[in-house]
C-alpha cells in the first residue's frame, strides 16, 4: 500500500502519512504532487494523453507526474514519476526545479502541493518506453500546440503551468 506525508502549510512535513487517495487532510494539510516538464533543444516538449479508462480527464493531454510517496523528496518523486511513465531517465539532465503551486479543496480532504519542474534533454522517440496503463500516446508539441489543446480544454493543470512552456 502506498503512503503519502502530510504537510503543513509552510510545505514541512508534519511527521504524519495517509494512504494514497485517502482524502483525510484537514484544512491546512497538503500531500505533495510533482510534474516533470520534458523540454527537447528543439523547443518540442513531450506530451501524453491519459488512457480512455481513466475516471478523471481520459484522453486529456498532460505531462508526467503523480503524488510524492511518503518518505520521497520532491525532486526523487519526480524522476521516479518521468521514468515509471515515459522510460526516460533525466537524473543527468539539464534544469530542474522551476516553481511550485498549491490547490486548496476545503472540505474535501484534499488540498496540495504542486512541485514544477522542467529538464532539458535529447532523446530519440524510440528511447520512450510509455507506461501502456496510463498513457494512449504522446506528441512531441510546440508550446503553440499545447496552448490550443488547453484552449480546447483537454491540456491537465494548464493555466497553473503554462509559464513552464516559456522557451
Not at 487517495?21 to 516538449?45: C, Q, S
Not at 478523471?56 to 518523486?77: F, L
Request: aromatic share 12%; proline share 2%.
Amino acid at each position: 500500500m502506498e503512503f503519502w506525508d502530510i504537510y503543513d502549510s509552510n510545505k514541512q512535513k508534519t511527521g504524519r502519512t495517509m494512504k494514497k487517495n485517502d482524502w483525510i487532510l484537514k484544512d491546512g494539510e497538503y500531500h505533495l504532487t510533482v510534474l516533470g516538464v520534458i523540454m527537447r533543444p528543439d523547443g518540442r516538449f513531450l506530451i501524453t494523453q491519459r488512457v480512455m479508462t481513466k475516471a478523471w480527464a481520459p484522453g486529456w493531454w498532460e505531462v508526467s507526474g503523480g503524488a510524492a510517496m511518503a518518505g520521497e523528496e520532491s525532486e526523487e518523486a519526480v524522476m521516479r514519476e518521468i521514468k515509471e511513465e515515459t522510460g526516460l531517465d533525466v537524473s543527468g539532465a539539464e534544469g530542474g526545479y522551476v516553481f511550485s503551486y498549491h490547490r486548496e479543496n476545503p472540505g474535501e480532504g484534499d488540498n496540495y502541493f504542486v512541485d514544477i519542474y522542467r529538464y532539458v534533454m535529447d532523446f530519440d522517440e524510440k528511447d520512450l518506453s510509455l507506461q501502456e496503463a496510463e498513457t494512449l500516446g504522446y506528441k512531441l508539441a510546440t508550446p503553440e500546440e499545447i496552448k490550443a489543446l488547453a484552449d480546447e480544454g483537454i491540456f491537465l493543470h494548464y493555466d497553473s503551468i503554462k509559464r513552464v512552456f516559456e522557451i
